[in-house]
């Protein structure tokens, strides 16, 4: 290995290889891992990457499982994927069954394809790659495929970082973006805004107040708020959807004493969620709307049983375009394709709200997958899109983790 380009070309997926990766990602969509409910996914991955051959596989106490490669004294480099998948909805507008698997026409069709079970197979082969080399890594890889991200972003890695005391210096998030880099997002905090009124009798609407009025109040504010939000040049706007209403009373002949109001905020940069907070409820006594505000909490059992709160708040992060961790992903990534990948930010949220948002860790994102395509009946991701980001992930760690 004279040089990185040698050393590429080392860890590129045979065509045997290659054919196993599709495969193992066909199985992961099969297998269903609706948040909560990860642990028959979580098994599999354990028992497909002990048969790969990597020794050091274990669960943790929330249900993620944890791949180390290497026992070098230098960097840890953490990739992480998240297990769970939202639900698959109505079954119109799936072309193929959602936990069929399907291949055809060069991609793999079904729930998780794109988010993100074609990086976390991508991620699996691309570490094997590096299985012949482990004694050399001058540090070590980790692979960390969580649990709960999709209702509750964050709340496993924190749990590895805080609780099982593994803190890398630097973290890769598989989610998708088409081949390109990511390296930043906005935040996000959902607030439940409660407005009260007075019950009455239906036939006497006079003689209470309508708390669903007092909200359409409420929803009209804020319709006009999302226009004057501030803007950051990179991540862009933040944005602020009433994403739900649920009107409350003694029954539905009866004026109802309470409306809860759900909005979705997203925080640009600059916007803190103390800040966001201060508006909304501002915004509420400019407009003399009978509301409290509060953040909602997130506090499911993971599949183990395993409980922890988290607020469901979360800062906006962007790492900055100089850093070595993005130079060192786009020159590998320059380099397995050809071409310069273009250099963005996710629209959605990762769990790089808490990697960078919180703990400051180092954080950059690249995965197989039209991130359109997520949360979608036409979720597919190419096959040779899962083939080339194996071999960017085995060509990243070894150009932070093998000695030249």
């Given at each position: 290995m004279n040089n990185f380009g040698e050393r590429l070309r080392d860890l590129a997926l045979e065509w045997a290889t290659a054919q196993d990766l599709y495969a193992f990602a066909q199985r992961l969509v099969q297998t269903p891992s609706l948040s909560t409910q990860e642990g028959d996914l979580a098994a599999l991955l354990v028992e497909h990457l002990r048969a790969l051959g990597f020794a050091d596989v274990r669960v943790n106490a929330m249900g993620s499982v944890i791949v180390t490669l290497g026992a070098g004294d230098g960097p840890t480099l953490?990739?992480?994927a998240h297990m769970d998948t939202v639900a698959p909805g109505a079954p119109p507008g799936w072309p193929y069954p959602p936990f069929a698997g399907t291949i055809a026409d060069g991609a793999l069709y079904g729930l998780g394809a794109v988010d993100m079970k074609g990086a976390l197979a991508s991620m699996v082969y691309g570490a094997r790659q590096l299985l012949p080399f482990a004694d050399r890594l001058q540090g070590r890889l980790v692979l960390a495929f969580v649990v709960q991200e999709e209702p509750c972003e964050g709340l496993a890695m924190r749990y590895i970082v805080e609780e099982d005391g593994l803190r890398p210096d630097y973290v890769l998030l598989g989610e998708p973006t088409n081949l390109h880099i990511s390296r930043g997002q906005r935040?996000?905090?959902m607030f439940k805004v409660s407005v009260s009124g007075r019950a009455s009798h239906g036939s006497q609407p006079h003689l209470g107040q309508n708390?669903?009025?007092?909200?359409?109040r409420l929803i009209f504010a804020v319709q006009l708020l999302a226009d004057s939000l501030?803007?950051?040049?990179?991540?862009?706007?933040?944005?602020?959807?009433?994403?739900?209403?649920?009107?409350?009373?003694?029954?539905l002949n009866a004026i109802p004493d309470l409306c809860k109001v759900y909005l979705d905020r997203r925080l640009t940069l600059g916007e803190t969620v103390l800040g966001a907070r201060a508006q909304l409820e501002s915004l509420i006594s400019r407009e003399d709307i009978p509301a409290t505000v509060q953040i909602t909490t997130y506090d499911e059992p993971s599949y183990t049983g395993l409980v922890r709160v988290a607020q469901e708040a979360h800062p906006a992060w962007v790492l900055d375009r100089a850093h070595p961790l993005v130079e060192a992903l786009y020159q590998t990534i320059q380099t397995v394709r050809g071409s310069a990948p273009e250099v963005g930010h996710w629209p959605f949220s990762t769990d790089g709200v808490y990697t960078m948002g919180q703990a400051g860790i180092p954080t950059v994102g690249f995965g197989p997958g039209d991130p359109n395509l997520a949360h979608t009946p036409r979720e597919a991701v190419r096959l040779d899109d899962l083939k080339t980001a194996a071999h960017v992930y085995a060509g990243l760690a070894a150009r932070l983790l093998l000695p030249e």
């Open positions: 953490l990739y992480n935040g996000r905090v708390a669903i009025y007092a909200a359409a501030p803007k950051d040049p990179f991540l862009g706007p933040g944005t602020v959807a009433v994403t739900a209403i649920h009107g409350e009373g003694p029954s």
